[in-house]
């Protein structure tokens, strides 16, 4: 034992310059079972500032250490909340309070909607409290560790079992320490000295730095002040290649051809396969004979004349008969359609009272100024009556004013179904009890059946 300790001391020497400070004591052990037991001594003998040394993970080290499972879960925990608090309030904000828009009666703020953003920000957010937490517990990142000075010490990565006592542990004492070390029978106990580095930065180096990082920042101004300034010099391509390459773009200028342009303009009378609507009055509602002459901007929502005046739809050439045959059959599946598609809107009488409608107009009466919803006419008012079918069926092929269009999820014969069933709502709702048959009136005076 005692040559261990003269050794330490000849060890200590190395290490050693004019007034070095102890900075603590290092003990090697033979084997990771010696240093275990060592562990918990040194932690019944109540030192904190420690910490074992080992080349890899030992079992059992935390608990012979004393160390506490980790804080972590609760940093990370933590994150998380803030993440999501975070993210309903900045939706909840955004959504419901900044920018209030109607969206089909939708309310401004709903949980379930919100999710999606709520749990990406709480992973975002614990992910870096998970990384950020890791490093602060561990006092990381530590650019200087004193041991380093002690050769022995490397072997710690190799087949050296230490213990490091620091001096700066309250019950740590210059003798006491030392001699309770050796008493855990280690091979070597080592004092680690400190160089006491009274250095002092030159006083060139601050200004040095200053100058150093305010140059820095040239580069980046230039930069800046680039990208708004105007120039008529081009600008330097660094990889040519990869800003003009020999292709044609859509939209795009091209020496190709005589009149400049990438894309060639379709050839008059094309018509793609399976794209020929001959029958315009099946496809468009549109007179077959005076078809021609229409300009098919016209037919869509808000259409404007090149006078800037509006189109009155009124006066296209509509057909006033359905192009299909009219049966009970046809009726029915419009009615089918309407009650999918329209009535959420136009309600299923066509009064314009529809579950959609309803509620936004609910939302608008409490939250004033955010009037972005229009109430739909009764379908069965005399403006709308007076139109004729051809009008109707463009109504649902492009929209009409804040209407949206039909087209995509409406197939062409399922409009003029809906435009038969539209005609049937019409008459129901303007009709008056001599238009129902004799036969059946007596019902409607019954009690509703419940
Ligand atoms: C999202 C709600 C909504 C749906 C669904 C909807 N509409 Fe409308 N519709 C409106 C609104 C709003 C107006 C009033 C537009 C305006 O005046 O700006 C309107 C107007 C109309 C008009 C009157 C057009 C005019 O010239 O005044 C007709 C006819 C009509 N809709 C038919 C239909 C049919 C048929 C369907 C089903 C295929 C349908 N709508 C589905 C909202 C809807």
Redesign the pocket.
Known sequence: MSTAVEQSDSQADDCTEDQAVLAGYVAQFPNPSALKKAASQVRDAGFKEFDCYVPFPVHGIDEAMGIKMTRLPYIVLACAAMGATTAIALQFFTNAFDYKYII?GKPFFSLPANIPITFELAVLFSAFGALLGMLALNNLPKFYNRLFLIDPFLKATSNGFFIAIEAKDPKFHETDTKEFLNSLQPSEVIACLEPNQNVKIPKALLPLAVCIMILGLVPLVIVARMRVTPSTTPRIELVHDMDYQPKLKTQRFSKMFADGRGMRPLIAGTVARGDLRHDTAFYEGLLPDQADEVDRSFLLPNAKKPDGTSVSLETLPWVTQIPLPVDEKLMARGQER?NI??S???GLSGKGDGI?TQRAMQLQAANPGVGTW?L??A?YSE??RK?KVGQ?FN??THG?????S?AAQ?PVEDRWA?VLY?RALQESGSGNINDVPAEIREQLNAEPKP
Not at 400 to 404: A, E, N, Q, Y
């Open positions: 089909s309407y598609y329209c959420l809107c136009h959609i229009l739909p006419i379908l403006p709308v139109q109707l109504t649902i009409v004013r804040k209407m949206p039909y409406i809906i539209l």
